[in-house]
């Protein structure tokens, strides 16, 4: 399958030398995006997170173990395995930017989709969101809560391209064209180590353009075809050839854990 | 995609042009934003006008500078502040979430009163108030009978708390512990007055001896700041960082090297170094030199393996790069933030003197007594500990009648935790100032609503770690707090107006105005989200070497494992539970369900005759801990990681009886030479439960 191409491509490139896994991306990825907290969040199968850092580990023994943390959010892959596999075409690869969609009113809750993806990017609402009382006071205006019964992932905080490309467009800039920074997503800007470089791939005005080129570079699972548009690069070759390993054997979890 | 980049810069032109003025229409968001309207019983997205405020967010320790997001006024997000020079745009994972911990279900919602074991009622200010005056009427003039602990280590709530018990006639003013007190007294024995800097910014070696200077360690954002300004993402690293300590934690992940060092082990390790440094030329000028020289030829590489359990050819190893750095940097502290001693800080702190690293760019620094905003404050230098205190009230050596307790929670975050809370039980009237219900306001007499950071006026000086004299100030984000709260620095001056204790100010507001005067600072620059620094820089070092003639190795029991506590910033600290929304940041090997999850390698494991997800019981003196294991290479010989901040018995659904206390194992001695109380080389037994 050939890879849906956009002129313009949002992407990260995750520095996995520079995560130290502290986890404020996945606090700031909750915010941004109204994620009630859950009671029992050591329940994995039932929480929702949307960026999620897993812990890998090189399997020596003490003292010469190390470990390094790999945030993972959507991929916003170029062939997404979850896209053809939706019947009601409530998940699409159609905007510019080539971030996939997630449209909760169409979702019927399947979940053919979360068995699709090997990122396990997606998650299922088994409850309505609840918030404790208050707590729906500080509800952030840039994503509408979802209920019970359908899938939600990560979009790249959306809302936060609109109003760059808003903000670019009253100052009578190009909103097709928009400078490096301009838009980041939540995670990428509350990286106090600045791991999450985020921009147009396909721009080279934009610095993951050379950096997603980087010799140290790579995609999770690579082998799959999937493309995503999220990259990483680690100079450990320990951690890139984890990347590639876990596509053979396709079982997550096997060398990774939540963090 | 077969585009070379030329092709790319034509490809990405070509597709602008004509798209210039048209607005892309994003179908799906629209969908969701008319679609959603048919879910009436899910939580609406509110509306107003979104506004970024500057905030001072003391949430974690350190206290991170951040701008609050809000929405018609209320705050929803924070987000980084990009002009302010500590945290440079980042923001710890405790602040991040710092709108919500507003609406925290474990708030107290306005003062109240004790009225039966665990039961409270709710009062009115004017009776809370009125109720604390009587109360330290009773024993002002009596020295003895009044104390206060505070587990800020930043704020000028302290001056005015520390000089309110001078004025009431009582020297009971206590700190919870940490590296600010520690070490503050590792400088004293080396000859220096006043709080340690690390300038990790100006080095290109970085040696992190037990601190967890990446992810909970002094001012965490500014050092992640100033590590990542050494990695540039698909650069050339500037700089090497080796971290030592007993567990492979956050800042060992992303080091260059990590060096297991078992939790007893620090001060061998560092004169270990020492001695090697000196076998290849290095010497100093100090005065204790030839002394310090005598003590550290001890710490043989065999020594130190047998002590620390790092192998000759690592030690040997580090030595020459430290040797080799143009400007490297030591950083002492204990693991988990405490625990270890004045001497214990004092062994990794020479090695900056005898590397020459001390007040230089890139070295170690000593901070300048700072100023205080009341005459009759008790500065850092002079501050008693908590532990030592609680202790004497155990043993009937101290008697105090009334407690006040701010910003902080003794009844759960003292080693011995069981004993302390007992020991708390006994001071006849707890006051507790607090925003939260915590463990030590469930226990209180009268509990005082404390606002959130975005709803109060507050500063913090020179937090720990800085490399420079450092001062923040904050202003309240908020019109109006959620809470009943007031500003406890407020309620503690309305009292001393009525007890006759005069202090000469009447707001908390006030008193930072005074302390930023003093400073020199411009106030307003301060909470627009601005920081005030100097380069003002204390005396010289000595090595310490009268001091570190007391360390011994110890030799380690067979029987027992060393207990590592393991701190995430994530987590939060002793005076706040893990926030909500962390708790997805928790991972399986930390707590599954409700239990906590202690680690181990798998020879300690096999010999301690336990198998992964096996129930144990840790054990030290009465101090009993329920956990399961998980085999984890990232732990040094003979030791058990325990993450620290779990098994809660107050605060809210969300954190309470989830996992257990570490504090309950861990066990006091009297550091040797300095008489203060340490805990970081406490035992377990561990038996199957
Ligand atoms: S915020 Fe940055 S350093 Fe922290 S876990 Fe996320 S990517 Fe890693
Ligand atoms: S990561 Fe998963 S959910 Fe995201 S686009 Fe790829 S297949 Fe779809």
Known sequence: ?259 | MGLDRRGFVKFVVGGVAGTLFTPVIWQSLDDVSIWSQNWPWIPRLNKGEVKSTAALSKLCPAGCAVKVKTLGGLPYAAIGNTANPMSKGGVCPVCAGGAQLMYSPARVASPMKKVGEGKFEAIKWEDAEAMLVEKLTAVKGQEGKLAVISGDETGSANDVFSAFAAGMGSTGFYMMPGEMLTATKGVKLMGGNGQPGFDIAGADFVLMIGADALDSWGATVANQKAFAATRPTGGAATAQFVYAGPVLNNTASVSDKWVAVTPTGASAFALGLANLLIAAGAVSSAPDFADYKALAAKFTPEAVEAAAGVKAEVLKDLAAKLKAAKAPLVIAGASFGQGAGAVDFCAAASLNVLLGRVNVTGGMTVLPTAPKALAAAIGRESALDAGSFLSAVATGKATPAVLMVYEANPAFALPQAGEMAKSLGNIAFKVSFSTYMDETAAMADLILPAPHPYERFDDAMNPYGVAKPTYLAGKPVVKKPVADCKDPVDVLLAAAGKLGVSLGFETYADVIKAKASAVGADLDTLTAGGAWTSDGKGGNLSLGAAALAKVAPAAADPKTLAVAPVTRQAFGSGSLATPPANLLIVREDELTGKDLVVRMNAATAKAAGVTQGAKVKLTAGSGELKARISVNEGVAAGTVAVPMGFGRSAWDEFTKGKGDNVYKILTVSDEAGTGLKVWAGSTVTVAKG
């Not at chain 1, 999937?226 to 054997?249: F, I």
């Open chain 1, 1 to 259: 399958m050939k890879a849906k191409e956009f002129n313009i491509k949002w992407g990260m490139v995750i520095d996995l030398d520079k995560c130290t896994g502290c986890g404020a991306c996945m606090t700031a990825c909750q915010v941004e995006n109204n994620i009630a907290p859950m009671v029992d969040s050591s329940n994995k199968l039932r929480t929702l997170s949307w960026m999620l850092v897993f812990e890998m580990s090189n399997k020596k023994p003490c003292p010469d173990a190390e470990i390094a943390y790999l945030p993972r959010p959507c991929m916003q892959c170029g062939n997404p395995a979850c896209v053809p596999v939706c019947p009601v075409v409530a998940t699409d690869k159609n905007e510019e930017g080539g971030i996939v969609s997630q449209i909760y009113p169409r979702c019927i809750g399947c979940r053919y989709c979360m068995a699709a993806c090997p990122y396990h990017a997606r998650y299922f609402n088994w409850e309505d969101p609840i918030f404790p009382k208050g707590m729906e006071k500080a509800l952030s205006p840039s994503t509408s809560t979802r209920p019970r019964g359908v899938v939600e992932k990560c979009n790249f905080c959306h809302t936060r391209l609109q109003n760059a490309k808003d903000k670019v467009r009253m100052e009578g800039g190009n909103p097709e064209a928009l400078p490096d920074g301009a838009y980041m997503p939540a995670c990428s800007e509350v990286c106090p180590t600045g791991a999450i470089t985020f921009g147009d791939l396909k721009n080279p005005e934009h610095k993951v353009h050379e950096l997603a080129k980087s010799e140290n570079a790579f995609r999770l699972l690579e082998k799959l075809g999937l493309a995503p548009q999220v990259y990483y690069m680690s100079k450990r070759e320990w951690v890139r050839k984890l990347g590639d390993n876990y596509a053979a054997t396709g079982k997550p979890g096997a060398e990774k854990k939540h963090s």
